[in-house]
């Protein structure tokens, strides 16, 4: 039973290629669930906060930079969660803020079965601020400028838990759109699911299986967690729109866990430049 699951993770994560970015990709996104499956928030501990830091294809002009910033709560006596999230995202000449609210409800099954729902509902802020340098005088009218977009944003998730293993889905980005918008945001849909397997008292092996896609192009990250004891655990993934990377992890001072991971797109292997690199420091305070 166990090989049959590790077998469908490998071929979900082999069967997709392509995707544009605009949804933000993370390879530490098991710490960050709440910003992509709304379901998980307060799910697992009962206090849960996340600082999450990506700066991709360093020295690329332009590149995406993200700072993921959350916080969650477990609310056992009305089998909810409760939280916030507050993205800053900073590609090219833009800027975007996401502010949401979590919330969640969990909702038992059996003694060991868990469902739960949740939404997050907040704002974007997105603005441009280009710097164009043209041969005409004065500048082409059609080029944007100096402009800020607010939109509403609603997202909305499920998940259910069995034993060791999770699976959830989730819609993110509904927004209201407006003729006047510059920026359109894409719904995206979330596939998210991983199995915990214990190798005795201290060490767990953890596939994790994340697909995304704007129904027009879709993204697999896959990665394999394995937890050495409870202090230290490291990583490998792979994401379908070419790249690869390693990771490592460490808890200290009983609650805080730190991570690191670098990535690598391997069209850029031959310059032997434009690495990602992502840090990750989370507080938790189990059930």
Avoid at 16 to 34: A, D, P
Avoid at 91 to 117: P, R
Avoid at 233 to 246: C, I, L, T, Y
Avoid at 263 to 275: D, G, Q, R, V
């Amino acid at each position: 039973m166990h090989l049959a699951r590790l077998f469908i993770f490998v071929s979900l994560f082999s069967s997709v290629s392509t995707f544009g970015q605009q949804e933000s990709l993370y390879s530490h996104f098991w710490n960050v669930q709440q910003f992509y499956l709304p379901a998980m928030t307060g799910l697992e501990n009962k206090h849960e906060a996340v600082v999450l830091a990506r700066d991709q294809w360093i020295g690329f002009p332009g590149r995406p930079q993200m700072l993921n910033i959350q916080y969650a709560q477990r609310l056992n006596k009305i089998n909810s969660g409760i939280g916030f999230i507050y993205q800053v995202q900073k590609i090219g000449f833009s800027h975007a803020h996401k502010a949401k609210l979590s919330y969640a409800y969990h909702l038992k099954l059996g003694e060991k079965q868990l469902l739960s729902f949740g939404t997050n509902i907040g704002m974007i802020f997105w603005r441009i601020n280009p710097k164009w340098i043209t041969p005409n005088s004065p500048p082409d009218p059609s080029l944007p400028g100096d402009t800020l977009q607010i939109n509403f944003n609603a997202d909305f998730g499920i998940s259910y838990r069995i034993s060791n293993w999770q699976i959830g889905l989730s819609v993110t980005q509904f927004t209201n759109r407006r003729k006047t918008d510059v920026f359109k945001w894409e719904p995206f849909c979330h596939l998210q699911t991983s199995y915990r397997f214990k190798i005795g008292k201290e060490m767990e092996l953890t596939p994790r299986l994340l697909v995304q896609t704007d129904l027009v192009q879709i993204a697999t990250t896959a990665n394999v967690q394995f937890k050495v004891n409870r202090f230290f655990q490291f990583g490998v993934m792979g994401r379908s729109v070419k790249s690869f990377g390693a990771n490592f992890g460490f808890y200290f001072l009983k609650d805080f866990y730190f991570g690191y991971s670098a990535e690598i797109f391997t069209p850029f292997i031959s310059l032997n430049k434009f690495y990602t690199h992502e840090a990750v420091l989370s507080f938790t305070i189990p059930n």
